[in-house]
């Protein structure tokens, strides 16, 4: 773990720099001079050790562990049992991803973030390079205005967006990525895209009069409508036993369906008044339903949510300000508590459920009205959101797929 001393802004981004300065000692003549037993890292190795003709390729002062030392990565002076990780979690770090807009963040079991968005070249990704910083990918030359994004349980990315009447999705595969536009379309209104853990996609969108489920069966996409009833947005989630859970702005109004042996049911959620801006919904692992909404009060708006076991909805306000934005998003972490992030005058706000309400804290000044939230198997908080750019914020450990210190993890 590192000690951070100081910090600076370049280009952008605040960039720390860590304290504990390390001396390497020459290696020893002998097992003797290193202590006898040649697994304190710098040391020479044990007797019943390989024979090794450089014991330390990379000249880091750690011999391999092959070599009977404890460098887990010999080809690489940056690991080795005394480097530093990215950092601890715990404190809200942010980083520019690139420039675009409408960014999408999941997260996967590997804990590494992927920010999709779009610019006007096309829809990219973009992930954690081996400098470990986000280094981008085109993923398909098309004029989009909405990026959403889900991971499959092998990690298998999917990319959802939006382009006119056209709604199209990418996938990653071993030889790059295919794409494919659904049968249905858009209304080029919000939509929204989960895969399950039969690796099978489930889409929602608004199209024509109705809201739409779409579904990726063994390659071939069949659609099926949610209900007709003029639909403006909407939001899906995996409950257990991937049953699907969809909600939406139609008609006016927040409504709410499940899908039950194959049939869908729909129903109003009533939260009071005001007119609905956007919606998104979570489940946890527990099956209660939790649906965030942005609504507008006359000259005021509001930000509040709306949670059920099956039993009735549980309306709670989150926060209310004529400064809010039109943009919400939901998520569930391991221990079932709901995080939403929502922008207010400016600020990124991240807020909470306990069992007492809605607590809220700003992590970001000066930010867009688009963001998008996620949450690691651990249950760090990753946000994506747009400004002039798009910009990565995470209160969790700066992670980039490399174990540097040769502990097991990549923390």
Sequence with gaps: MSTWMAGSWRFGLFILAACGARAVDPLPASPDDAGGTGDDGGGAPDAGAPLCPDPDVDRDGYHAIECGGLDCDDSDDRTHPDASEGGGGGIWRRELVAFGEDPAVVVGADFLPHVFFHSPAGVYVASRGESGLFESDRIDAFDTRAVEAGLGPDGEAHALYVGGSDLRVAVEEAGGWTHESLPVGSNGSSAAIVVDGDFVAHAASCHGDGTWHEEDSGGDWEAESIELLPCDAASIALG????????????????????????????????????????????????????????????????????????????????????????????????????????????????????????????????????????????????????????????????????????????
């Design 240 to 411: 257990p036993d991937d049953g699907l859970h969809v909600a939406t702005i139609a008609g006016g109004a927040l409504r709410y369906a499940a899908r039950t042996d194959g049939t869908w049911s729909a129903s109003p959620v009533e939260t009071g008044d005001g007119d609905p801006l956007d919606v998104a919904i979570a489940v946890g692992a527990d099956g209660v339903v939790t649906i965030v909404e942005a609504v507008t009060i006359g000259a005021s708006r509001e930000v509040r949510s709306a949670r059920s076991d099956g039993a009735g909805w549980t309306v709670e306000s989150i926060a209310a300000s004529p400064t809010l934005e039109d943009d919400v998003s939901v998520a569930i972490d391991p221990e079932g508590t709901p995080h939403a992030v929502y922008v207010d005058a400016g600020d990124l706000v991240h807020a909470t459920r306990s069992e007492t309400g809605w607590s809220s804290e700003p992590i970001v000044n000066g930010v867009g009205a688009r963001s998008s939230l996620a949450i690691d198997p651990e249950g760090w908080v990753h946000v994506a959101y747009e400004v002039d750019a798009v910009y990565f914020v995470s209160n969790g450990p700066r992670r980039d797929g490399i174990d540097r210190n040769c502990d097991g993890r990549d923390d």
